[in-house]
C-alpha cells in the first residue's frame, strides 16, 4: 500500500497529449484556451468620444472664443468626419470617432446650446473626455495566453478580435462504468436487496461541469462480459471511470480483468481514507488510463476529486492553484492514513472555516450534498490545531 | 441620482415568480431545487455487509467455535439468504444482505479458508462490519431542501431515491439587447469607425452558466425601430438586459423609448463606479424587468453580477451567503461613489487577499480577463485599510 503523496504523484506522471480542436465561440465557454490571442487591432481603434457633448479645436480658445457654431451631430457608428472651420464645433455622441481638427470634448453638462450656436461656461483641458487610439492595447499586444479557462469575461475580449473560432484543448472522451449486479436503474423501483445507480450519475455530471460529456455503461459482475466490454471501451476511450469492483471480494473481477487485458497496475490501494482500494492503471497500446474507484459514493466522489481532476487540470494544461482552509477545531487522525473529510466553509470576513460535516460511514450520500469539498490531513501524530491552515478540494 | 444600496434594494423589490417545472434528472444539474426530498425507503435497505468475509451467528461463538463450514457464497444483488445452520458460516461479499441468523461479520484478513471451512483468528465484535439497515436515514428522511443548486453530489441523492424526474424552479426568459450603430459581428471585419459585438456574448456566456439560454438581438439607433422591436421583445421575454444606449446622447433613445412603452422607470443613474448610468424599469402589463446596462464593457460586467445575479438568485429562491476578501493594500476612494474595483484573490493560508487588477479605463476589456471578481467600496471619507475585510462580488 501507497501512500497518498505516492499516488497522487504517481498519476500525475501520466497527463495526455490530446491536441486541439477549433470550436465555435459560442461554445467555446469552459474551454482551456489553445492559442494566444493578439490585438488584431488598437483598442479603441480610432480617438472616441467618451462623453455625449461638443467637440473642438481648443487652440480656438486662445482667441478667446466661447461660442462655438455647431456643424454638425456625430455619432457611434459614423465614419470620421472633419471639423471644417476649427473655429466651430461639432456635436458628439459617447462612442463616436473624434473628427479631424479637433482635440477636446466638453461634456453637455458644461454647455449650452441655442440656436445652433454652442456656449461654455467652463475653460476645458486639451485632449479631455478623449478615449485615445491604442490607449487601451496597441495592434499585436498579447491579450489572453493559452492555457486559460475560457470564461464569460475571455468571450468578451475574443469577440473584440474576431475570433468567432478558437483553437482549445481537446477533452478526453471518457466512459463511467458503473460494476454491480444490486445496481437499478433510477426509474426503477428496487427489490429489497437492490439499490439504483448513483454514482455514475453523480461523475456523469461532475464532468459536464468541465464540458464532458462522458458515457455511462453498466457492467454486470460477470468475468466474460466484463472483459469483452472492457476491451471493447479501452480501444474507444482515453480514460475510463470505474466505480466498485476492486475490493477484496470474489466477484471483484476488476483487478484481474484489466491485467489479462494488458493494463498495467501503477497502484492499487491507498494509505487513505475514504477511497482506499483505489486501482490506477495504464494500457500502453490503447494509451486508456483506468481510475477503478471504491463503489460507495463518498469514496468515488473524494477520488474523483482528489485524483482524476488534478490529473485532467494537467492535461488541459490548465493552472489551479493550492487552496487552503482554517480548521473551525482540532481534529487529531490516525497516524497511519492520509484523510479526506468532508467540510462546509464559511467565509468570515475574508478568512475560509472549515467545519467537518457529520457523515455517516462512506455509504452516506447525503453529507456529500451538504459539503463545500474535502479537506486533506496528511498522517501525523500530532492532532491538527484549532486554526490551522489545511490543502482544501472543493467539490462544489 | 440614487446612491448603491437604494439601488440594489430598489432592484430586490422585484422578484419575479416563475413557477416550477420537471426535468429530467440527467438535464436537472445546476438547477434550483422546487421540492423537498425524501427517502423513499431505509438507506441502506438492508443489513448491508462493508467487508469481504464470513458471516456467522455470534452466540455460536460462545460454544467455542473457530472452524465454520462455509454454507454458500453471498454477493451484492441477490436476495437475502438464510444462514441454516448457526454453527456454519457464509462468505459474504461487500454490499451483500446479511443472511437471516447470521449477526456478525469477519473480513477474509482474519480468516483461513480450507476445504470449504473457515477458521477465525481473531474474536469478533458482535454485529461487526455491517451497516445496519436504516442507520444513514430511515425512510420517509428529507434528504435534500428545496431552494438548493443541484450539483453533482445531490444529482447522486436524487438518483439514489428513484428521482428520475425532478421539479426545478423556472429560469426567467432572457432576451440580451446590444444597441449602437458602430457595431459589428464577431466574423465581421470592422471598418475603421466600428467595433465587434462583445458584450451581449460576454452576457449571454454569463447566463449559460446559471443554465439561461438567452436570446441575443441587436437594435440599431433608429428610434421607430427601437420602439417597434422593443415592444415585441416585452412580450416575449420576463427580462431585457440591455448594454448600451442609456448615456445622455441624442441617440441613446432607449429611455425615452422604454417610458412610451409603458415601462415605469424605478431609477436611472447610480451614484457608482463604474456603472453609474444603469437604467432600471419594470412594464407592469406584461411583468417584463429592464435592466438597461452603460455599454462599456466593464459598466456591463459590474451591473450584471452586482444587480442582475442577486436579482436572479432572489427570483431562483437561492441563498447566497455574502463573501468577503482582505485588502492587499490600502485604498483611498473619492466619497460620493461606491467603486467596484476589479481585483485577483490570493488564498494565502486559508485567507482570500485581493490585489486590484491593474486597469484601463471603463473600455478596457482584458481587466475582466484578469480578474476574480469585483471588491465593493462604499463611500467614506477615511481610506480603506490594508488588511481591512471587503464585501467581493465573484466574477469567475
New interface residues.
Given amino acids: 500500500m501507497i501512500t497518498f503523496d505516492e499516488a497522487f504523484n504517481k498519476v500525475m506522471q501520466f497527463p495526455m497529449d490530446l491536441g486541439v480542436e477549433a470550436v465555435e ?2 461554445n467555446a ?1 469552459g474551454r482551456v484556451l489553445a492559442e494566444n490571442i493578439v490585438a488584431d ?1 488598437d ?4 480617438n ?1 468620444a ?1 462623453k ?1 457633448g461638443i467637440a473642438i479645436h481648443f487652440n480656438s480658445l486662445e482667441n478667446e472664443i466661447t461660442h462655438f457654431k455647431i456643424e454638425a ?1 456625430l ?6 468626419q472633419e471639423l471644417k472651420d476649427t473655429g466651430n464645433c461639432v ?1 458628439i ?5 473624434l473628427p479631424k481638427n479637433a482635440d477636446t470634448i466638453i461634456m ?1 453638462e458644461d454647455t449650452k446650446i441655442e440656436n445652433g450656436v454652442a456656449t461654455i461656461f467652463k475653460k476645458p483641458i486639451i485632449g479631455q473626455e478623449i ?1 485615445r487610439k491604442g ?3 496597441k495592434k499585436g499586444t498579447t ?2 495566453s493559452k492555457h ?1 479557462m475560457i ?14 473560432i478558437v483553437l482549445v484543448n481537446k477533452l478526453p472522451k471518457i466512459c463511467v462504468i458503473s460494476t ?4 437499478v436503474e ?14 455514475t ?6 464532468l ?2 468541465h464540458g464532458i460529456e462522458a458515457v455511462q455503461v453498466h457492467l454486470l ?1 460477470d468475468k466474460k462480459v466484463i472483459r469483452e466490454q472492457l476491451s471493447k471501451l479501452m480501444e474507444a476511450y482515453d480514460v475510463l471511470l470505474v466505480s466498485g469492483g476492486v ?6 473481477f476488476l483487478p484481474e480483468v484489466l491485467e489479462l487485458l494488458g493494463v498495467e497496475k501503477v497502484f492499487h490501494r491507498v494509505a487513505q481514507r475514504p477511497g482506499k482500494p483505489f486501482w490506477f492503471g495504464t494500457q500502453q497500446k490503447t494509451k486508456t488510463l483506468v481510475f477503478s474507484f471504491p ?1 460507495n ?1 463518498v469514496s468515488t ?1 473524494a477520488n474523483y476529486h482528489v485524483y482524476f481532476l488534478p490529473w485532467l487540470y494537467l492535461t488541459l494544461q490548465l493552472k489551479k ?6 480548521l473551525e477545531r482540532p481534529i487529531l487522525i490516525k497516524p497511519s492514513l492520509t484523510r479526506f473529510i468532508q467540510v462546509r466553509i ?8 472549515a467545519v467537518p460535516v457529520q457523515e ?2 462512506s ?4 453529507s ?2 451538504n ?1 463545500d469539498g474535502f479537506i486533506c490531513l496528511r498522517p501525523r501524530e500530532k492532532a491538527y490545531e484549532q486554526g490551522e ?2 490543502p482544501f478540494i472543493p ?2
Fill in positions: 465561440l459560442s465557454t487591432r483598442f479603441p481603434p480610432f472616441r467618451t455625449d451631430v455619432s457611434a457608428g459614423m465614419a470620421q456635436e455622441m459617447t462612442g463616436a470617432v453637455y478615449h490607449s487601451d492595447v491579450l489572453l486559460m470564461g464569460a469575461a475571455e468571450i468578451g475580449v475574443l469577440a473584440s478580435v474576431g475570433k468567432s454491480g449486479n444490486e445496481l433510477v426509474h426503477e423501483t428496487p427489490l429489497p436487496h437492490q439499490i439504483r445507480r448513483s454514482n450519475l453523480s461523475l456523469f455530471a461532475a459536464k461541469n459482475d475490493s477484496k471480494g470474489k466477484f471483484d463503489g459514493p466522489y492553484p493550492e487552496k487552503y482552509v482554517l464559511t467565509n468570515k470576513m475574508g478568512s475560509l472555516w455517516n460511514g455509504g452516506d450520500l447525503t456529500l450534498a459539503s491552515a489545511i467539490t462544489k
